[in-house]
């Protein structure tokens, strides 16, 4: 029967009687609080399965394998607009922003900029740290909510890197929460889809959505692009210890952005009328936000999440080396650290230069980290991430 892991337990005696195959024990590091998940791993001597890439195989991979975290990447646009500049928008100062979110600055696409190149950038750098070619990666996980293309950006990032073996790609639509939500899946292809080497890139443009008269919102967000590059291990080497992951849609009245229709003039070019549908385009709203109610979800739920992270990995907070949350507000940051007596020194934060980048926060700050020396192969890091939707979850993970 399947345990929280998602991974099979000892007791599969109908794959015993159809597959013959040698079976395997190994310690997860996803488990229950006070208990030891077992995992089974095995091997079939099917005829012509051996042929097979990982997203072809029909036969069922049951999980052997760990993952580790050996590369990263991340790339921001060129604009920067200080809190100063924003004061020439809207009724506002550098010390109104800073004092209420720790931000001073951030990124924002213009001109021929795309988030699918930053997203190319970020990718192209984390497989050049984890020393893989691009031919070499079979999976990638686009975590975005502003995508490029309605039906996603996933293939076009594919395209550009190069990806001659035709991988598998698909977007993740989590917003704020989408980079760990695409770190736990990749996770989830290796152990049990048997998958190599899975890219996943968090990169949002949430300043397309953004109502540059509120100030109220207008001073939070900017645009980013992540990338980290997880790969297949030994069990013993595993470096993804647990994960907590929840949502709510009941929150969605806090923070959205809804669909809404345009009407338009037929001659500026809507879709048409056809059977009584109404003529007009269909887009977004700008970001809507309750910001009080937001600070008070964050700073309830997410020390709750890693606590809950931790103790299915068995371990307290003495134990991780690094706290690294999603870059949404200093303020936030700060409560979640004290409630889990984090002490500053060992908080990773880059908000200031860059404000919140949704999906791509935590992999951009990641990768500051890396490349300066601050986390190093074999730290421990507690991150997460929280948002829109509201989704919400946190892992414990080991960095090289």
Known sequence: MANASGFVSPSVPSLRQRFQPSIGFYRSGFCFPGKISIGVFCSSTIEGAEKLSPSQSRVPRIASK???LVGCGSAVPSLQISND????VVETSD?????RTGIRNRRVLSG?????????????????MAEVD????????MCTSTPEDLFGSAPQIQKELGCKKNPLAYDITAACSGFLLGLVSAACHIRGGGFHN????GADALSRYVDWTDRGTCILFGDAAGAVLVQACDSEQDGLFAFDLHSDGDGQRHLHASMKNDETDSALGSNGSVLGVPQGRSSYSCIQM???????FAVRCVPQSIESALQKAGLSGSNIDWLLLHQANQRIIDAVATRLEVPPERVISNLAQ???TSAASIPLALDEAVRNGKVQSGHTIATAGFGAGLTWGSAIVRWG
Do not use: H, Q
Request: aromatic letters at 6%.
């Open 290 to 296: 309750n910001g009080k109610e937001v600070f008070r």
């Open 112 to 128: 021929k900029d795309s988030m699918t190149a930053l997203a190319v950038e970020a990718a192209k750098r984390a497989l050049e």
């Open 354 to 356: 860059y404000g919140n």
């Open 85 to 88: 500049d924003l004061a020439k």
């Open 198 to 201: 899975v890219l996943v890139i």
């Open 134 to 141: 691009p031919d070499e990666v079979d999976l990638v996980l």
């Open 95 to 99: 010390e109104w922003i800073s004092v």
């Open 66 to 68: 760990g993952c580790k």
